[in-house]
Nanobody, 125 residues
């Protein structure tokens, strides 16, 4: 059974940093792309970043500012999302997700079938 668990959220002041973790079990982790998504109150879930099975990364939020960095540790079966220079508009529940082996990263939540529970990130101004 595919299991994903996101953690590391919390309350941080604007300009601060957080590192989210997504721990995985129940599947051949190195063969899977893992996406990070977020959902702010009253808004649709959106793609934040993704790291492929081949360690290619894609950023869908603020890619030009370079505030987010996604990485993976295939020994620990964990994907990380380092978030720097956080802004109040980054406030959301953050989720990690996956789907099937060797799937390419995509921005669309509908392309991912397995989701972890979210972790809440609150950025105060």
């Amino acid at each position: 059974e595919v299991q994903l668990q996101a953690s590391g959220g919390g309350l941080v002041q604007a300009g601060g940093s957080l590192r989210l973790s997504c721990s995985a079990s129940g599947f051949d982790f190195p063969a899977y792309s893992i996406g990070w998504f977020r959902q702010a109150p009253g808004k649709e879930r959106e793609g934040v970043a993704c790291i492929s099975h081949g360690n290619r990364v894609a950023y869908y939020v603020d890619s030009h500012e370079g505030r987010f960095t996604v990485s993976r540790d295939n020994v620990k079966n964990t994907v990380y999302l380092q978030m720097n220079r956080l802004k109040p508009e980054d406030t959301a529940v953050y989720y990690c997700a996956t789907d099937r082996p060797y799937m390419r990263c995509t921005y669309y939540p509908a392309d991912f079938s397995s989701w972890g529970q979210g972790t809440l990130v609150t950025v105060s101004s």
